[in-house]
């Protein structure tokens, strides 16, 4: 499992960063302020300048002050991005909270397996902090019905109409659900469900 301090961009600043890309890579040189303006119909381009201060600090880009073309992308696996679906919110005993209205969330494309299904869930609570996942922060799952001992997984609990993010065990003739966190016990059900294996996490940093 992988973890990235990243912050995801919203669909307008993906837009903005993949057309500095596209005009880089057509013309051999970036994009004015005024020609991001003019391409996103953004007239003040002091809102140009902040749309490129939040891709600035969330490391996509750096600027020179004082020169008109002076925008460097970063080419590199920060950059490189796919799209997957933010499904909704899940915490320790509660069914997942869908989200209203929920928008795809463009995460690196190095931390998705290979094959399968992904999507993304935001994290209530700190029941697993000492797996690196902290509340607020976005975990990625591939889906899949089973996992291995001791990795973290999203179980549902079809007796109480639960979900939760635990460290499964097999046990006999029980599952063993473990939080990563030294105050919390782990509990045990007979009936679980596994929904897919935590593969990557996302933390907000801007």
Do not use: C, W
Request: aromatic share 6%; hydrophobic share 35%; no cysteine.
């Amino acid at each position: 499992m992988s973890t990235m301090k990243i912050s995801t961009l919203t669909r307008k600043q993906k837009a903005i960063l993949d057309f500095l890309k596209s005009f880089q890579k057509t013309k051999g040189y970036p994009p004015t302020l005024e020609e991001i303006g003019k391409k996103f119909k953004l007239s003040s381009p002091a809102t140009v300048h902040q749309y490129l201060s939040v891709l600035r600090r969330k490391g996509y880009v750096q600027r020179q002050k004082g020169h008109a073309r002076s925008i460097e992308i970063f080419q590199n696996g920060i950059s490189d991005l796919v799209e997957i679906p933010l499904l909704g919110i899940i915490s320790a005993g509660k069914p997942v909270e869908a989200i209203q209205n929920p928008e795809p969330i463009q995460v690196p494309k190095n931390m998705l397996s290979k094959s399968g299904r992904h999507y993304a869930l935001k994290v209530d609570g700190n029941s697993m902090m000492n797996e690196g996942i902290s509340d607020g922060d976005t975990v990625i799952v591939r889906e899949q019905p089973v996992v291995e001992n001791g990795e973290s997984a999203v179980a549902y609990l079809p007796d109480s109409n639960e979900a939760t993010l635990k460290k499964i065990y097999k046990e006999k003739n029980r599952i063993r659900l473990q939080p990563a966190n030294p105050e919390m016990k782990p509990f045990y059900e007979k009936n679980v469900e596994i929904q897919g294996k935590v593969v990557g996490v996302l933390r907000k940093i801007a």
